[in-house]
Structures are given as structure tokens and as C-alpha cells.
T-cell receptor
């Protein structure tokens, strides 16, 4: 079974530029998450989708971050404009459903460096 | 609000030693789930175990074992006879069982270095 796919693996941009990350979850997984992991810290949830609807985006900096999950499968996360403090690894994860405590499976992440 | 604390930021052991990684959590919910993930240098988070709040039985899987104690809000992870391949960052995480979803709250992680 294929895992969670993310691209690109690495991205370097200048501050104030825009960037987008892509995620393809495990087939059949209804729930998709985007986490931000700053170096030396644990991942922090940015947004959670159930199919193509947003379940939780309370920690998403909406002035610069946006995410969508069209057709309830693939998802993109965008940052516009990027700041230096956005340098982090952006992890996408998916799970079968919500409210069941099922484990989430993570992709390898996209390492973003903002210079 | 939920919180997970991993007080040990870094542990260094010599191969074949046993090592315990501590995890303490806070939650107001009576139903919740606890997880451990491994993050090797390659970066992906590898799921190790999930435990629900009603199951306090300890679990053993090969060289890995987990000790869940609700009385102390702890979910500790022990690696027996550690190996160099166990070197990684280990995260403990908590998920509350509510209809809003099962987002994970992670601890800060413990970096384990196993030296040959």
C-alpha cells in the first residue's frame, strides 16, 4: 500500500515570496492533516480536513496560509507571503476517520527554508 | 486544553542498554488516545503504538514496551537492548476523542542517540 506522498521534498524561497506544497493521502483515507514542525519541536496541527470539509483550522495563520482539498483527495497548502519564521518541515498525514483515535500516517514532509 | 510533556530532550546510551522515554500528558477528557511516533533522520514520522484511555494494560512488542499509568498521567516507552538503528527522535502524542476530529497534540520529542 502506497504511503502519504508529498512534494516537493525541499524548497528554498526568499521572504515575501509564495510557495505551495502538495499532498496525496493514502487511498481511502477520509481525514487529512497538515502539521508544521519547527526545528527542535514537535509537530503542530495547522489544519484538518474530513473529506473536502475543514474540521479544524484554529491554528492556521489565515492571513498568509491557505489550504484546500478539492474532491476530498489531494490537498495543497500555500503560504503567501512567506516570512522567515515559516521555515519548518510541513508534514501531511492521513487517517481513515475521525473520533476513533485511529493512528495517522505521515508523509516525509517538505522542508521549507525562507531566507 | 490538552498538553504533552517530554521532559528528556536528549538521551545518549550505549548499544544494548535499556532506555526509558518519559511522557506525561494533561487532558480534561475521560476518553482519549495516546501515541508514540519515531522520527528517524530521514524525517518521516513512523507510527509505533496507540493506546486508548480505558486500556491500562502494558504492551510489549519485541524490544519495545509501553507502560500506561492513568494515576500519574504517564505513558512511558522502554526500549530493551537498544541498537544503533533505534537512534531517532521519539514523540509522544495525545488525541482527545471528540466529534471535532482526532488531531494530535505532540510533545517536544526526545532525541535518542545509541552509540555502538
Amino acid at each position: 500500500e502506497a504511503g502519504v506522498a508529498q512534494s516537493p521534498r525541499y524548497k528554498i524561497i526568499e521572504k515575501r515570496q509564495s510557495v505551495a506544497f502538495w499532498c496525496n493521502p493514502i487511498s481511502g483515507h477520509a481525514t487529512l492533516y497538515w502539521y508544521q514542525q519547527i526545528l527542535g519541536q514537535g509537530p503542530k496541527l495547522l489544519i484538518q480536513f474530513q473529506n473536502n470539509g475543514v474540521v479544524d483550522d484554529s491554528q492556521l495563520p489565515k492571513d498568509r496560509f491557505s489550504a484546500e482539498r478539492l474532491k476530498g483527495v489531494d490537498s495543497t497548502l500555500k503560504i503567501q507571503p512567506a516570512k522567515l519564521e515559516d521555515s519548518a518541515v510541513y508534514l501531511c498525514a492521513s487517517s481513515l476517520g475521525t473520533g476513533t483515535g485511529v493512528g495517522a500516517f505521515f508523509g516525509q514532509g517538505t522542508r521549507l527554508t525562507v531566507v | 486544553a490538552q498538553k504533552v510533556t517530554q521532559a528528556q530532550t536528549e538521551i545518549s546510551v550505549v548499544e544494548k542498554e535499556d532506555v526509558t522515554l518519559d511522557c506525561v500528558y494533561e487532558t480534561r477528557d475521560t476518553t482519549y488516545y495516546l501515541f508514540w511516533y519515531k522520527q528517524p533522520p530521514s524525517g518521516e514520522l513512523v507510527f509505533l503504538i496507540r493506546r486508548n484511555s480505558f486500556d491500562e494494560q502494558n504492551e510489549i512488542s519485541g524490544r519495545y514496551s509501553w507502560n500506561f499509568q492513568k494515576s500519574t498521567s504517564s505513558f512511558n516507552f522502554t526500549i530493551t537492548a537498544s541498537q544503533v538503528v533505534d537512534s531517532a527522535v521519539y514523540f509522544c502524542a495525545l488525541s482527545e476523542d471528540n466529534n471535532a476530529g482526532n488531531m494530535l497534540t505532540f510533545g517536544g520529542g526526545t532525541r535518542l542517540m545509541v552509540k555502538p
